[in-house]
């Protein structure tokens, strides 16, 4: 296949993947093969396989963390390019913090609690990368990435790396000019401010329990499977239709957060999205609300 070795070309062999399984590369433990699969190690190779793709007018798909993914079982045509393998943090300065795409934002919260910087606690228990979590504005516990946010370093369009200042990024509720724009995220700094290390340590252990107490940790999941809707909870309106541990196949709501859709164990993605339609029609038919995916769902 010649996309596949050109980038092999570039990248490396053992870098370039055929017929990778995508339920290796999501939280959700789901979804059938990527035609190739290109784990770039810098920004020049992340660039590079970007531009390649864009020049053959090949079909390709940026991916972080996977965790606020469904990929559907026939897979994915085209290249995934994986962010996983760029994952620097550094300190620019005492009060911001430098992290690559592809860094977990547990870790770059737990980078800032070793430099007693305060104001990622939130970001401590998000399953998803730090460029993902810039794409989808990711927040919990009343935090949200615009709140710390300073620059990225993106490619655009025209595969030039640029950068992008807070205002221009326009941050809304689970909204980005990254994901309006088709921004690929290289890199983002944020903005904190010294605390004490006693005090960010403490927050970011009562958000764990939090965490630990009222999600259901300890399955396969993509997180919140609904956005919010304005004047209602996902989760509560789950539950009250009467759906708290409904299931379809090994799919089902999550008993412990209806807003939630676990993989009980050798789940496909149809059992997800079949069992996400019914919450859907249900919710409809009994509120009168339609609830929106906040997982992006992808693939054939």
Known sequence: MEMFEILQQRL?????????PMKNHTTFKVGGPADIFAIPRNVDELTF????CRNADF???????????????????????????LCEICLPDDHKIYAQAGAMMPDVSKFALAHGLCGLE???GIPGSIGGGVVMN?????????????????IDKNCRLIDIDLQSMDFAYRKSAAAAQGY????????LDKGSAADIAAKMADFRARRRDKQPLTMPSAGSTFKRPPGHFAG????????????????????KHC???????????????SLIDHVQSVVMEKFGVMLETEVKIVGE
């Open 12 to 20: 490396g062999a053992g870098h370039v993947l055929l017929r990778e």
């Open 49 to 52: 396989a970007i531009q390649a």
């Open 59 to 85: 079909p390709y798909f940026v991916l972080g963390n996977g965790s606020n993914l469904l990929v559907r079982d026939g897979g994915i045509r085209g290249v995934v390019i994986s962010t996983a393998a």
């Open 122 to 124: 939130f970001a401590e």
């Open 138 to 154: 990711a927040g919990a516990y009343g935090g949200e990435i615009k709140d710390v946010f300073c620059t990225a370093q993106v």
């Open 184 to 191: 690929i995220v290289c890199g983002v700094t944020m903005r």
């Open 236 to 255: 509560k309106l789950i539950m009250d239709a009467g759906l708290r541990g409904f299931a379809i196949g090994r799919a089902a709501v999550s008993e």
């Open 259 to 273: 807003g939630f859709i676990v993989n009980k164990g050798d789940a496909v993605a149809a059992d997800i999205l």
